[in-house]
T-cell receptor, first 113, second 111 residues
Framework: ETGVTQSPTHLIKTRGQQVTLRCSSQSGHNTVSWYQQALGQGPQFIFQYYREEENGRGNFPPRFSGLQFPNYSSELNVNALELDDSALYLC????????????FGAGSRLTVL | SQQGEEDPQALSIQEGENATMNCSYKTSINNLQWYRQNSGRGLVHLILIRSNEREKHSGRLRVTLDTSKKSSSLLITASRAADTASYFCATNRGGSEKLVFGKGTKLTVNP
């Protein structure tokens, strides 16, 4: 059984650029949730994908968008990067829609300069 | 916004001692979960307690839930240096797809 894998692990971008983060869900899981964790804070819910459809969204602007693929892997895209987007982006997979027990990946640390 | 608030923000103890962390939340919940995070890495699920449960055990972990006070506690008994991490409570309201995390308690267990 493979866990949740995220790529890249670290990346540096400049303001205004775009970034794509990738996530492979745990085997057998069909739901992916994305969270943003700023330094010293708890994770904040960005959105969830279930069966390739967005299934709920947190308080994030439209420049945060996502996709889920038929194999349940997922992408998080952020356009027009701002300095405040610097954070650890966590992907979590689970079985079924809703807020079930989450299996997290190690995260992608994004620095925006 | 974050619903859960952990207390204390930081806790430093010696190996072998017990560690108690508290979590308060604001709205009614379906369940409450505790997660551990080592040094800014991914979170690891520890335990889930449902709103109709009052206490749950898993190994050295004991979780209590008081829905009338909207609070939960996580007790780690006989702590080890490897327990050094940040601990987060996360709440879920019925029908919601998201977990709402607190800011966490940073636990340091000194050898």
């Amino acid at each position: 059984e493979t866990g949740v894998t995220q790529s890249p692990t670290h990346l540096i971008k400049t303001r205004g650029q775009q970034v794509t983060l990738r996530c492979s869900s745990q085997s057998g899981h069909n739901t992916v949730s994305w969270y943003q964790q700023a330094l010293g804070q708890g994770p904040q819910f960005i959105f969830q994908y279930y069966r390739e459809e967005e299934n709920g969204r947190g308080n994030f602007p439209p420049r945060f968008s996502g996709l889920q693929f038929p194999n349940y892997s997922s992408e998080l895209n952020v356009n027009a990067l701002e300095l405040d987007d610097s954070a650890l982006y966590l992907c979590a997979s689970s079985l079924g829609a809703g807020a079930n027990v989450l299996t997290f990946g190690a995260g992608s640390r994004l620095t925006v300069l | 916004s974050q619903q859960g608030e952990e207390d204390p923000q930081a806790l430093s103890i010696q190996e072998g001692e017990n560690a108690t962390m508290n979590c308060s939340y604001k709205t009614s919940i379906n369940n409450l979960q505790w997660y551990r995070q080592n040094s800014g890495r991914g979170l690891v699920h520890l335990i889930l307690i449902r709103s109709n449960e009052r206490e749950k055990h898993s190994g050295r972990l004991r979780v209590t839930l008081d829905t009338s006070k909207k609070s939960s506690s996580l007790l780690i008994t006989a702590s080890r240096a490897a327990d050094t991490a940040s601990y987060f409570c996360a709440t879920n309201r019925g029908g919601s797809e998201k977990l709402v995390f607190g800011k966490g308690t940073k636990l340091t267990v000194n050898p």
